[in-house]
């Protein structure tokens, strides 16, 4: 996302609802993104906080029952919380932590479809 908005005033942050706080990014979730022309990035986890979701004006999850997570957190975030896959019909992207090579193609052709289709509309 931090790519598709790289000509905007817009910060963007990763961070888990059960992150492994300090861990790096994935090996084989690394080796897609890198498949795909995207530099590997030195990222450690991070455990998302109430203090950063009242400081986001939007946050984006990928499956419903992480807004969940999210307003159980924080109540007052309701609003801002939405899906990733929103302009795909509200489409959900399950995590794809150990399923396979596969699953980490297939998350990543969601992410990138959905990455691509919130950075259009955030752009204007």
Known sequence: MRGAL???????SSAGIAALV?????TTARAVLEAHGHPAIEHQAVQLEP???SEADLIL?????HISAVLSMAPEARGKVLLLGKWQNEREISDPYRQGKAAFVHAYALIEEAVNAWAQRLAR
């Open 51 to 53: 203090q950063a979701i």
């Open 6 to 12: 790289s000509r905007c005033d817009i910060k963007v």
């Open 61 to 65: 999850v990928m499956e419903r029952q």
């Open 22 to 26: 300090g861990k790096p990014i994935e």
